[in-house]
């Protein structure tokens, strides 16, 4: 694959066909989003069966330059691979599920939802700040008309809240970069990962993208605007949304904030843990007491990217692996559970838990499918859940065994709601009429279920498929943030962060680690 631009082909591909599908008829639109999906799909592939484990930290790389210090440059490593594999994978259930369901304006839902992995892929492979900032901004165009267009009777409401908290928060991170740019004097992400920042800077810095970050996350008190989106959009916008895009804030912690801003990430690493801790508690609550599936699963969502955050600022390698395991886990299982709602949706077009019971009567292949992806999103030994649950724990523990303990207590009132969902719609007695004339899952509903529930099994069973092309990346994060971690408890250690080395030192001892990986 040496000098072969596979990154700009995947950014090409679903671009080229996005056009074509909004001036094709319906089912021309159908056929040509699948297939350019697919073909993305095939072509992460390759990039993974090529991906040199071991090898240099970024690869696949490619620069131009274009005008003044803005230049096009993608490179990916193992971090960034898993979670382009993630999204491609998903982006064809996402038009499989849409197959049927929507009926109006296709041509132009299609081109939404292929424009949306352009701008994915791009976020995850960009080497220079300003273009990631382009496609991590342009991010939130297509899935505002997802929802505002295609979405429930409150749609528009929705739209408009997603946007505008998303956006706002994200100014804030745009001056930060224009900070960054002048102090650096380069806009390459490489050489930024290496630069150490004067720590007086390095605060305000974290503290503008954590504005912008958390939002997208998202994290208490700024998540408000997820169950409402949610609730609004279709099921493949939900399937994306949870699956994909809330992956983005923390990709930016562990990409950005962490390693550019150790002395910082260090100082202030009680407020991650302070939000994280109330987060999975609040959050679990308010989901035990939902009448509708679609919020249920999204407070949900709140609450294991709260283990996510708490796990990534352990500063550790298991709280970091099980973090990043996390995220992958979550946007599998997530994705399916938004699917599982919107296979009964279809049929009987309400979310109200109360108006089911019974399913497994007359669906057992669907409460059979349920059944697995609640178990997952539990986290059961055995699925992709445990893997990412149990590290996480472990390496919080190692930071604060108080933070684990209340995460811990966030995932007992995981299992707790999700089995109360999971008795109340598939177990009891059918006896509604309209519930008994539902029918079992069709084939397109199967060619959905089935690959979700096999990764979310090879996960469990076999994480290290997923582990290893990411250990050097997170080994070198580790690094870079050794010098600045507190000791002891970090919840005791509030303001007391040792201070970083000299950048000598720093780049020294990342190198040492990659040596030894």
Same mark, same amino acid.
């Given at each position: 694959?040496?000098?072969?631009?596979?990154?700009?082909?995947?950014?090409?591909?679903?671009?080229?066909?996005?056009?074509?599908?909004?001036?094709?008829?319906?089912?021309?639109?159908?056929?040509?989003?699948?297939?350019?999906?697919?073909?993305?799909?095939?072509?992460?592939?390759?990039?993974?069966?090529?991906?040199?484990?071991?090898?240099?930290?970024?690869?696949?790389?490619?620069?131009?330059?274009?005008?003044?210090?803005?230049?096009?440059?993608?490179?990916?490593?193992?971090?960034?691979?898993?979670?382009?594999?993630?999204?491609?994978?998903?982006?064809?259930?996402?038009?499989?599920?849409?197959?049927?369901?929507?009926?109006?304006?296709?041509?132009?839902?299609?081109?939404?939802?292929?424009?949306?992995?352009?701008?994915?892929?791009?976020?995850?492979?960009?080497?220079?700040?300003?273009?990631?900032?382009?496609?991590?901004?342009?991010?939130?165009?297509?899935?505002?008309?997802?929802?505002?267009?295609?979405?429930?009777?409150?749609?528009?409401?929705?739209?408009?809240?997603?946007?505008?908290?998303?956006?706002?928060?994200?100014?804030?991170?745009?001056?930060?970069?224009?900070?960054?740019?002048?102090?650096?004097?380069?806009?390459?992400?490489?050489?930024?990962?290496?630069?150490?920042?004067?720590?007086?800077?390095?605060?305000?810095?974290?503290?503008?993208?954590?504005?912008?970050?958390?939002?997208?996350?998202?994290?208490?008190?700024?998540?408000?605007?997820?169950?409402?989106?949610?609730?609004?959009?279709?099921?493949?916008?939900?399937?994306?949304?949870?699956?994909?895009?809330?992956?983005?804030?923390?990709?930016?912690?562990?990409?950005?904030?962490?390693?550019?801003?150790?002395?910082?990430?260090?100082?202030?690493?009680?407020?991650?843990?302070?939000?994280?801790?109330?987060?999975?508690?609040?959050?679990?609550?308010?989901?035990?007491?939902? #009448?509708?599936?679609?919020?249920?699963? *999204?407070? &949900?969502? $709140? @609450?294991?990217?709260?283990?996510?955050?708490?796990? !990534?600022? %352990?500063?550790?390698?298991?709280?970091?692996?099980?973090?990043?395991?996390?995220?992958?886990?979550?946007?599998?299982?997530?994705?399916?559970?938004?699917?599982?709602?919107?296979?009964?949706?279809?049929?009987?077009?309400?979310?109200?838990?109360?108006?089911?019971?019974?399913?497994?009567?007359?669906?057992?292949?669907?409460?059979?499918?349920?059944?697995?992806?609640?178990?997952?999103?539990?986290?059961?030994?055995?699925?992709?859940?445990?893997?990412?649950?149990?590290? #996480?724990?472990?390496?919080?523990?190692? *930071?604060? &065994?108080? $933070? @684990?303990?209340?995460?811990?207590?966030?995932?007992? !009132?995981? %299992?707790?709601?999700?089995?109360?969902?999971?008795?109340?719609?598939?177990?009891?007695?059918?006896?509604?009429?309209?519930?008994?004339?539902?029918?079992?899952?069709?084939?397109?509903?199967?060619?959905?279920?089935?690959?979700?529930?096999?990764?979310?099994?090879?996960?469990?069973?076999?994480?290290?498929?997923?582990?290893?092309?990411?250990?050097?990346?997170?080994?070198?994060?580790?690094?870079?943030?050794?010098?600045?971690?507190?000791?002891?408890?970090?919840?005791?250690?509030?303001?007391?962060?040792?201070? *970083?080395?000299?950048?000598?030192?720093?780049?020294?001892?990342?190198?040492?680690?990659?040596?030894?990986?």
């Amino acid at each position: 694959m040496s000098g072969f631009p596979i990154l700009s082909l995947m950014l090409a591909v679903p671009a080229i066909a996005a056009i074509a599908c909004a001036f094709a008829g319906d089912r021309a639109a159908r056929l040509i989003a699948l297939g350019a999906t697919l073909a993305t799909f095939v072509l992460g592939c390759i990039l993974w069966a090529n991906y040199d484990i071991g090898g240099a930290q970024w690869q696949f790389t490619e620069r131009a330059d274009l005008f003044g210090r803005f230049q096009w440059a993608l490179g990916i490593d193992g971090m960034a691979l898993m979670l382009i594999m993630l999204s491609v994978f998903l982006m064809p259930l996402c038009i499989l599920a849409s197959w049927d369901a929507v009926k109006n304006r296709v041509g132009l839902y299609m081109a939404m939802f292929l424009v949306m992995e352009t701008i994915i892929i791009g976020v995850f492979s960009a080497q220079d700040l300003l273009l990631f900032y382009i496609f991590f901004e342009a991010g939130l165009i297509p899935m505002y008309f997802i929802i505002g267009i295609w979405g429930g009777a409150n749609r528009i409401y929705a739209a408009f809240k997603f946007f505008l908290y998303t956006l706002l928060g994200s100014v804030l991170m745009l001056i930060a970069m224009i900070a960054m740019i002048a102090e650096a004097g380069t806009t390459d992400i490489p050489t930024l990962l290496s630069y150490d920042f004067p720590p007086a800077m390095q605060t305000w810095l974290w503290l503008a993208f954590f504005a912008s970050l958390a939002v997208k996350m998202p994290m208490w008190p700024v998540h408000t605007w997820l169950p409402d989106a949610h609730v609004q959009a279709p099921t493949a916008g939900s399937m994306i949304l949870a699956g994909v895009l809330l992956k983005l804030g923390s990709y930016g912690f562990l990409r950005f904030m962490m390693p550019m801003f150790p002395d910082a990430s260090a100082q202030l690493m009680w407020i991650v843990f302070a939000l994280s801790m109330i987060a999975v508690v609040y959050t679990s609550l308010v989901a035990l007491v939902q #009448s509708d599936m679609k919020k249920l699963i *999204a407070y &949900s969502s $709140v @609450a294991h990217m709260a283990i996510v955050t708490a796990g !990534l600022f %352990a500063f550790n390698q298991q709280g970091i692996e099980g973090a990043l395991i996390i995220m992958l886990s979550h946007g599998v299982v997530s994705a399916a559970l938004f699917f599982c709602v919107g296979v009964i949706y279809d049929r009987l077009h309400t979310r109200e838990i109360d108006r089911y019971g019974g399913l497994a009567v007359n669906m057992p292949a669907y409460a059979l499918f349920f059944l697995l992806f609640t178990m997952a999103s539990i986290g059961l030994p055995g699925t992709s859940g445990f893997v990412g649950e149990f590290l #996480s724990l472990l390496g919080i523990y190692e *930071a604060s &065994s108080w $933070v @684990a303990f209340v995460c811990t207590t966030g995932i007992i !009132l995981g %299992a707790a709601y999700m089995l109360y969902l999971y008795r109340r719609v598939v177990f009891g007695e059918l006896i509604k009429d309209d519930v008994k004339a539902m029918p079992d899952l069709t084939v397109r509903e199967w060619t959905i279920m089935v690959p979700l529930a096999a990764v979310a099994l090879w996960m469990g069973v076999y994480p290290e498929s997923f582990l290893a092309p990411m250990r050097g990346d997170v080994t070198t994060v580790v690094a870079r943030l050794a010098p600045a971690k507190p000791a002891g408890d970090a919840h005791l250690a509030i303001g007391k962060a040792k201070p *970083a080395q000299a950048h000598g030192e720093t780049a020294k001892g990342a190198q040492q680690a990659g040596g030894v990986q």
